[in-house]
């Protein structure tokens, strides 16, 4: 619990919450479910098939091969590509679970959590490896029952619908990071 509490990422990522209220409570709610359906799968296809190597941020300073590896640490975690630590707390698994994935209908700029994710800046991917991973774990996303996910590292067991929007909203944020 200290580390968390005085873990400099959640302070900012606090900022980044606090800013972001008054616009979630005029942005329309996003329907986990959707994340499910044939056409945002077909969407989604689309949009991380239009990346390129060259693909060029619009904000951040991840590389797009290190945005591709960030999209699959966040959801190949739960599905058993990638072993994380599990992060959580009391506060994490309640508050901010209620707060980032039930009550905000997209991801605010700035977050920073959890650690798991932080792709350090000089570590390099190669970009057609990255890509065609996270194109194999969405397709496992899109099939995969809520029984068979695990907990995710800083929110604990999120319901399929929770998973939905979480996967829905952090996917999206980071394709409109590079214009995909």
Same mark, same amino acid.
């Given at each position: 619990?200290?580390?968390?509490?005085?873990?400099?990422?959640?302070? *900012?990522s606090f900022i =980044? $919450? +606090?800013? *972001?209220i008054p616009? =979630? $409570? +005029?942005?329309?709610?996003?329907d986990g479910m959707l994340f499910y359906t044939p056409q945002k799968q077909a969407e989604f296809r689309a949009r991380v098939q239009s990346l390129t190597s060259n693909s060029k941020r619009v904000w951040g300073t991840m590389s797009v091969a290190q945005m591709l590896h960030h999209l699959s640490l966040s959801l190949g975690g739960?599905?058993?590509?990638?072993?994380?630590?599990?992060?959580?707390?009391?506060l994490s698994r309640t508050l901010f679970k209620w707060i980032l994935v039930d009550f905000f209908p997209e991801q605010p700029k700035g977050l920073r959590m959890p650690l798991n994710f932080i792709i350090p800046?000089?570590?390099?991917?190669?970009?057609?490896?990255?890509?065609k991973l996270l194109q194999e774990i969405l397709e496992k996303a899109w099939q995969t029952p809520t029984e068979d996910w695990g907990p995710?590292?800083?929110f604990g067991?999120?319901?399929?619908?929770?998973?939905?929007?979480?996967?829905?909203i952090h996917?999206?944020?980071h394709l409109r990071q590079f214009n995909a």
């Open positions: 619990m200290k580390r968390a509490i005085l873990n400099k990422e959640l302070w *900012y =980044a $919450i +606090i800013k *972001y616009r =979630a $409570i +005029i942005t329309p709610q996003v739960a599905l058993g590509y990638f072993k994380l630590f599990d992060e959580s707390y009391g800046h000089d570590q390099q991917f190669d970009f057609d490896q990255e890509k995710h590292p800083l067991k999120l319901t399929r619908k929770q998973w939905g929007k979480l996967a829905q996917v999206d944020y």
